[in-house]
DNA sequence: TCCGAGTGGTTCAGTATATGAACCGATGGT
DNA sequence: ACCATCGGTTCATATACTGAACCACTCGGA
């Protein structure tokens, strides 16, 4: 592995749940030897990407990350212009709403929305990265994803995170076939057990999958209305986003999409 | 250098200015070989820090950044209650309120705010790194620096940037005195001719400066009457921004404020 | 139509650069 | 007093990085 790769990789063990670490604990958590962990820490401290806090002398991320954050979104303003999308799905159906997106052939949550409705609701804050053959956003993404891409994906193994959790290769793209014929993704139980979620599809101005836009209720909610309504304000949301944002939806998706909307 | 910094730096090309970069242009910008450029972004690209959009292949930076930044601002939520002071600040005096931090040894832009109050206003955009000895904002941290870093910056070149621009580290050093006695910074015209503001010093848990809290005005708006309201209002939001991100100002200091807003 | 000057991307010998075992001194618990 | 941590450092070893030269392609003249 590149020593670059090490560097960034670093920054992944960064966490909610473990804003700062040690020098050994990050050694030991990133496989790497003290010394080189040092060192790569000490050049991700000198860009300020991390930074030493405390008497304790943990790693922390850095204010470069808000910088660089900043101009991405000055770039591709996805994230801004999702926010309050997600916040009015969130209302309009009653359950979250979030945002997920296609980072290094990992789908990683980015935004999200709660419901002010129910006292119950589903977390996403612990969430870090979508399992593709789990989730309803993950088949969304994986559905639309370049062949070669999709088959990276399958060729690793599924880990069953529920009993209900599909972990044979075929069966998953059997269900692919069935998203791309309904225009959405639907998953039930299948990463969390109480979780049942439907989810659409994002793209980019070259027609490229980015990543998904998802509504996820406690399975005890999810009534057939209740699907529906998702359904509706989820791929209006989808192609309000897709619009906005210069997405070039596949013309027989956005033919599917149309038809569901009238329909 | 090591390969870390070297990537690292290449996430330094972009800005608002330049969003996006070609290959060519991003080894040439670096210094670096062309094969060299293109396997550091490859690894950056494998770890979705940037990503490559359109036919022309462009690199841009990618939506790890996004993530990272979510993190840092759970971590450390400067910017999150430093914005809606910078609005506040900036209704109040009818000028640009800013917020820059140390990092990596320099300072730079994190957030701003304009005035909706008046047509001419100072810009912020883009301003990326504030230079120590020709800023407020620069002169307010410098004065707060522990001494060695202080030695490092002054042994540096100081570039006149206006006739304004003070270029003699020793007449700095007397700058930096006169802030300390005062508990805020003040520069007119050092950085740009036109532009007169005053700045004072942000701190962390363990009392180091971490960055700085400054109003800039157009020199001739800049009245006593204004300069004493801008001054004031500074203090107060510096002081509650000390108080809620847990900042220990300097004893001497904090002295100061309270006597400046009892006064 | 051909040419030259740009792209983005790849190869591979040579060497600069990263690595990790062993080592500090300090701290904290038993 | 001991042992096990911690953060950080050293230096001989060898691995992973470098860069000149090389593709194939596109574009705008001439």
Chains 1, 2 share one sequence.
Request: with cysteine; hydrophobic share 50%; glycine share 8%.
């Amino acid at each position: 592995m590149g020593t670059v790769a090490k560097a960034l990789e670093l920054l992944d063990l960064f966490s909610r749940a473990r804003p700062a670490l040690g020098l050994s604990e990050a050694a030991r958590l990133a496989g790497l030897n003290k010394a080189t962990c040092h060192r790569l820490l000490g050049e991700l401290q000198a860009r300020g990407f991390v930074e030493q806090a405390g008497a304790a002398r943990e790693y922390r991320l850095g204010p470069a990350v808000l910088r660089l954050a900043a101009l991405r979104e000055a770039a591709v303003p996805l994230r801004a212009m999702a926010q309050p999308m997600l916040e009015r799905l969130a209302d309009e159906t009653g359950e979250t709403a979030h945002l997920s997106a296609l980072e290094a052939g990992r789908l990683r949550m980015l935004a999200w929305a709660y419901p002010a409705e129910h006292v119950t609701r589903v977390m996403m804050a612990d969430t870090d990265t979508l399992l593709f053959h789990a989730t309803s956003s993950g088949l969304a993404v994986l559905a639309y994803l370049p062949e070669a891409a999709r088959a990276a994906v399958l060729a690793e193994p599924l880990p069953r995170l529920t009993e209900r959790t599909e972990s044979d290769p075929d069966a998953v793209r059997a269900r692919l076939v069935e998203v791309r014929s309904q225009g959405h993704a639907e998953s039930a139980g299948s990463f969390e057990a109480e979780v049942h979620s439907l989810a659409v599809p994002l793209f980019d101005t070259e027609g490229a999958v980015t990543g998904a836009l998802a509504v996820a209720a406690p399975v005890m909610r999810m009534t057939g209305a209740l699907r529906g309504r998702i359904r509706d304000r989820l791929i209006a949301a989808a192609m309000e986003l897709n619009d906005q944002g210069g997405g070039a939806v596949p013309p027989d998706l956005a033919a599917l999409w149309r038809g569901a909307m009238k329909g």
